[in-house]
C-alpha cells in the first residue's frame, strides 16, 4: 500500500510539473466571454494573476519560459520572460519617460541642476548604466531561425552593433562635464543624447498595441496623445533655450521676450516663474504646431526664424500622421487589429473547449510569427488573375520544386502544374508538423531550415530517424500509398515549407501517369537506402503493382470503349499500351474484339505486338476472327499477326460442335489446320461426321481434312459416318479416300495412315520459274511425301508429262531441292528439265 502510494505521489509531481512547463509565455491571455457567466470570475483571476507576473510579482513556480523547450542550455544568463528581469524592464521604463521628457526641460530651463534634481538624475543614470550592463546578458530570438540565443558572445555583438554606443553616451554626467568644461554650449548640447531613451517608451506602446487586456482604441489614442505632446514639449524647450543665448540685454530682440499678452509684459522673463515659463512656451508650440492662425509664434531673430522653419514643417508631417493614424482606427482594418482580432477569437475558442495551455501557446507563437514575418502574401494576390498568379508562383517556388528528390526526372509540364498549387507556410522551432499514425492530407516541401522525424520507443523515449533539409519532402508515403504516417516531423529551426494538398496532388497524378511512376520509384528508392526505412519499400511497390494495374484498366478501357481521343492522351502522358490487365489482355486484344478498326490501327502504328497472349492463349487475331470482324484481321496479318492457338484441336472440334460453320470458314481461311486433334485424338472431321454436318465435313474435307486419321479407339471419320447411317456423308468421305489413296499409293492400306498434323503442303508447276507464266499451263497441289522422288513421281502422273532422267523439283530461286524436309509448308516449286 505504501509502494501505491508513493507511486500516485510521484505521478502527482510530474503532472505539477508538467503544468508548470506549460505556463503562460506570452502576454496575451483567455478574452472574457460575458456568455459564460459561470467561467466569468475565473477569468478575471487569471487576468489579475497574469497582471501580477508581467510586472513580476508573480510565484517563481509560475514561469513564463522552459529553457529546455527554448532550446537554452544552462549557463549564467538573463532569459528576457524571467520575472525578475521583467520587473526590470518596468522599473526601467519610468525612468525612460522620467528622462525623456525631463531631458529637454533640463536643456532650455536649467543652467546646472538643483541639489535635489541633481541627486535624482545622478540616481537615474546609474539605473541605467546597471541597464546597460544587463544587456550583456540579456538573451534574444534571433530574427532568422526563430531561436533562443543564450551566447553570451553573440549577445554582446549584437548590443555592440545596435545601441551600446548611445545607451552608453546617455549615461554619463553631462551637467558636471558641462561645468567642467567651462560651460560651453556646444557641451550642453550633448545632454540630447539621453532621448535616445525614448526607445524604450515606444518598445512599450508596441508590445501594448498587440496586448488583447488593452482596448486597442484606447492604447492607439494613448500613443498619438503622447506623441504629440512629446513633440510639442520638446519643442517649447528648444524654443525657451533658443531665447536665453542672448544676453539679458538683449532679450528684447527674442520672441518670449517682446511678447506682451493684454496689460502682461514678458520683459525680464528669466525672473518670472518657471512654470509660466513652461507653460507659456508649450502654448505657444501647441498653437503653432495646430496652425489655428491665432497666437502662433512670431519669431523676432534669424535663429529663431530658421527654427521655427523647420518646426513648422515638421509640424505638417506629424498633423498628416496623426490625422491618418485616426482615420484608421475609425476605418479599422490595421494589421495590429486584424491580429488582435483573430488572437481573441482564437483564444474564446480555446478557452471555450477547454484546449489547454499547451495548445494555446503553440497557437499564439503561430499567430506572432505570422505578425512579425509578415509571410501571408497570399492574400495580396489573390485578386489577381489566375493566369498571374501562376506566374508569380513559378518565379517564386519552381527552382525548389525543381530539386525535390521526389520528383526526379519528371516533365516540366508537371512541374509547372505543381508550382501552381503549392503555398507557402513558415514553422516555429518545435512545432509539430504531423503527427505518428495519422494518414496525412498534406504533402510538404522543405524549402529552408531543418526539420526532424521522430519515433517513440516502446520506453517513451525518442529515436531521431533522419534529418529533413532542403528539398526533402514528407508525407509522401502517407498520401501515395495510402498509409498512416510512420514518423512524428518536427520542426528544429524556423523553416519555410510548401505544401500541397493531398485532393490536389492526386488530381495532378491522374492526368501525368507517366510521372506518377517515376514519383513512386523515387520513393521507393529513396527508402531502399535507409536501414530505418526499408520496411516502407514493401508497401510502396505494392502500390506501385497497384498503380501499374490501374493504368492498364484505364487504357484498355479505352480501347473497349472505342474511345480513340482519351487513348492518345493516355499513351502521350506515358502509359504503355502493350501493359496487359489481371487477365492478360492488351488494348489491342480489346479493339480487336469490339472491332474498333481506328483504335487497333492507332495501336498498330504505336508498334505494339501483334501476336501478344493472353492468360488464355488469345491472340488479337484469334479475337478478330472470334467475333466475325474481317477488316481487322486482314489489317492485322498485313502487319505480320499469325493464327496461333493453345491446343487448336479442341477449340475447332468445340466450333464444330456448336455448328458455328461462319467461325469455322473464318478459322481454315486463315491458316488453321483443319487436322488438328484434341485430348482423344479426334480431329473436327471426327466431329462433324458424328453429328451428321455434312456442310462442316465438306468444309473440312475441301480444306485438306484427313477422312483415314485415327482417334484414340482407332476409328476414322469414315467409321463415324457408317454409325450415323448418313449415306449424303458417307459418299463425301468415301471420295475423298479415294482422292488420297489416288495420290498416295502407298498408303493404300488404312493402317498405315498418313498424320497430316505435320503432313506439308506443295504446288508443283510443269514449267521453269524464270520463263513468263502460261496460262495454259496449271500447277498441281500435292501432299509433300517422305522422299524427293515420290514427289517427282507424283508431280508428272498428275501433270500428265513425261519424266526425263535429268528432272528435278527447284524453288522460284532456281535452287534445287534435294531433300523433302527442305520444302516449307505451301511454298512454290517448279519440276524442270536440267540440259546436258
Not at 483571476?45 to 532550446?71: C, M, P, Q, Y
Amino acid at each position: 500500500m505504501s509502494s501505491e502510494i508513493q507511486q500516485k505521489t510521484e505521478l502527482e509531481e510530474r503532472e505539477d510539473e508538467r503544468l508548470r512547463k506549460a505556463a503562460v509565455e506570452e502576454d496575451e491571455v483567455e478574452v472574457e466571454d460575458v456568455s459564460d457567466h459561470g467561467m466569468l470570475g475565473k477569468r478575471r483571476r487569471s487576468v489579475f494573476k497574469l497582471l501580477a507576473w508581467d510586472i513580476g510579482f508573480e510565484s517563481s513556480t509560475h514561469r513564463g519560459f522552459n529553457r529546455e523547450k527554448d532550446g537554452i542550455p544552462q549557463g549564467f544568463y538573463i532569459h528576457p520572460r524571467d520575472r525578475w528581469y521583467r520587473a526590470w524592464e518596468k522599473f526601467i521604463l519610468l525612468w525612460a519617460v522620467y528622462s525623456s521628457f525631463f531631458t529637454p526641460m533640463e536643456f532650455g530651463f536649467f543652467r546646472g541642476l538643483p541639489n535635489h534634481l541633481y541627486f535624482l538624475d545622478i540616481f537615474g543614470q546609474v539605473a541605467f548604466f546597471i541597464d546597460v550592463f544587463f544587456q550583456f546578458f540579456v538573451a534574444f530570438r534571433d530574427s532568422q531561425t526563430y531561436k533562443m540565443v543564450s551566447n553570451r558572445d553573440l549577445i554582446a555583438i549584437r548590443y555592440l552593433k545596435s545601441h551600446f554606443i548611445f545607451d552608453l553616451l546617455a549615461c554619463m554626467p553631462w551637467d558636471n562635464i558641462y561645468r567642467a568644461s567651462g560651460e560651453k554650449e556646444e557641451v550642453r548640447c550633448l545632454i540630447l543624447i539621453r532621448l535616445v531613451r525614448a526607445r524604450k517608451v515606444l518598445e512599450f506602446f508596441s508590445k501594448l498595441e498587440k496586448d488583447i487586456r488593452v482596448n486597442y482604441l484606447f492604447s492607439r489614442i494613448l500613443k498619438l496623445i503622447v506623441v504629440e505632446l512629446y513633440c510639442t514639449h520638446t519643442a517649447a524647450c528648444i524654443l525657451y533655450y533658443l531665447a536665453t543665448t542672448l544676453p539679458a540685454a538683449e532679450e528684447g530682440y527674442t520672441w518670449i521676450g517682446s511678447l506682451t499678452l493684454g496689460d502682461y509684459s514678458y520683459t525680464n522673463f528669466r525672473e518670472i516663474d518657471l512654470w509660466k515659463r513652461y507653460i507659456t512656451s508649450l502654448y505657444f508650440s501647441i498653437v503653432t504646431m495646430a496652425t489655428v492662425g491665432y497666437g502662433d509664434i512670431h519669431p523676432v531673430n534669424l535663429r529663431e526664424m530658421i527654427f521655427v522653419m523647420f518646426y513648422v514643417s515638421f509640424d505638417m508631417v506629424l498633423g498628416a500622421y496623426l490625422i491618418g493614424n485616426i482615420t484608421a482606427l475609425i476605418v479599422k482594418g490595421s494589421k495590429t487589429e486584424r491580429y488582435r482580432d483573430r488572437m481573441k477569437d482564437l483564444l474564446k475558442y480555446i478557452d471555450r473547449n477547454g484546449l489547454g495551455r499547451n495548445i494555446s501557446n503553440e497557437i499564439k507563437n503561430h499567430l506572432r510569427l505570422q505578425y512579425d514575418s509578415n509571410y501571408e502574401d497570399s492574400s495580396i494576390i489573390q485578386n489577381l488573375p489566375s493566369s498571374i498568379r501562376a506566374k508569380i508562383s513559378e518565379t517564386l517556388y519552381k527552382s525548389y520544386i525543381e530539386k525535390v528528390s521526389l520528383f526526379r526526372g519528371c516533365s516540366l509540364e508537371f512541374i509547372n502544374h505543381i508550382v501552381t498549387r503549392v503555398q507557402e507556410e513558415f514553422f516555429l522551432p518545435g512545432e509539430v508538423i504531423m503527427e505518428h499514425g495519422i494518414v496525412a492530407d498534406q504533402l510538404y516541401f522543405v524549402c529552408h531550415g531543418n526539420l526532424e522525424e521522430v519515433v517513440i520507443c516502446e520506453d517513451g523515449s525518442e529515436e531521431i530517424v533522419s534529418v529533413l533539409k532542403p528539398h526533402d519532402s514528407f508525407g509522401d508515403v502517407s498520401i501515395l500509398c495510402n498509409v498512416s504516417q510512420s514518423y512524428t516531423v518536427r520542426v528544429r529551426d524556423l523553416s519555410r515549407l510548401l505544401r500541397i494538398d493531398k485532393q490536389s496532388f492526386s488530381n495532378i497524378l491522374d492526368i501525368y501517369f507517366h510521372d506518377a511512376q517515376k514519383i513512386l520509384n523515387n520513393l521507393r528508392e529513396g527508402k531502399e537506402s535507409d536501414a530505418q526505412m526499408k520496411h516502407l519499400v514493401k508497401d510502396i511497390t505494392s502500390h506501385i503493382r497497384m498503380q501499374e494495374a490501374e493504368l492498364a484498366l484505364k487504357v484498355n478501357n479505352s480501347a473497349y470503349n472505342g474511345d480513340l481521343s482519351q487513348l492518345k492522351s493516355l499513351i502521350r502522358a506515358g502509359a504503355d499500351p502493350n501493359k496487359k490487365d489481371y487477365d492478360g489482355r492488351s488494348p489491342l486484344h480489346l479493339a480487336a474484339s469490339k472491332g474498333h478498326e481506328n483504335i487497333t490501327n492507332f495501336l498498330i502504328q504505336q508498334e505494339v505486338e501483334v501476336n501478344i497472349s493472353d492468360n488464355y492463349g488469345n491472340t488479337p487475331l484469334l479475337e478478330a476472327i472470334k467475333r466475325g470482324h474481317d477488316k481487322i484481321a486482314s489489317l492485322l496479318i498485313n502487319h505480320g499477326a499469325s493464327l496461333k492457338i493453345d491446343d487448336a484441336g479442341s477449340f475447332l472440334c468445340l466450333s464444330v460442335a456448336r455448328g458455328d460453320i461462319d467461325l469455322i470458314r473464318r478459322m481454315l481461311s486463315n491458316g488453321i489446320d483443319p487436322n488438328s486433334k484434341d485430348y482423344d485424338f479426334r480431329t473436327p472431321l471426327h466431329v462433324a461426321t458424328s453429328q451428321g454436318s455434312y456442310i462442316i465435313a465438306k468444309l473440312l474435307v475441301e480444306a485438306g481434312a484427313n477422312v483415314l486419321s485415327k482417334d484414340r479407339w482407332g476409328n476414322t471419320p469414315l467409321d463415324e459416318a457408317r454409325l450415323t447411317g448418313n449415306k449424303v456423308l458417307m459418299k463425301l468421305l468415301k471420295e475423298a479416300k479415294s482422292f488420297r489413296l489416288s495420290e498416295f499409293p502407298s498408303s493404300s492400306q488404312e493402317t498405315t495412315v498418313i498424320d497430316k498434323t505435320t503432313q506439308k503442303k506443295c504446288t508443283v508447276y510443269p514449267f521453269q520459274p524464270w520463263e513468263p507464266r502460261d496460262q495454259n499451263k496449271h500447277g498441281v497441289v500435292l501432299w509433300v511425301p517422305d522422299t524427293i522422288d515420290e514427289l517427282m513421281k507424283t508431280a508428272t502422273d498428275h501433270l500428265k508429262s513425261d519424266l526425263p532422267p535429268t528432272s528435278c523439283i527447284v524453288t522460284e530461286d532456281a535452287g534445287k531441292i534435294l531433300d523433302v524436309n527442305m520444302i516449307t509448308d505451301g511454298q512454290k516449286l517448279y519440276l524442270v528439265t536440267i540440259e546436258a
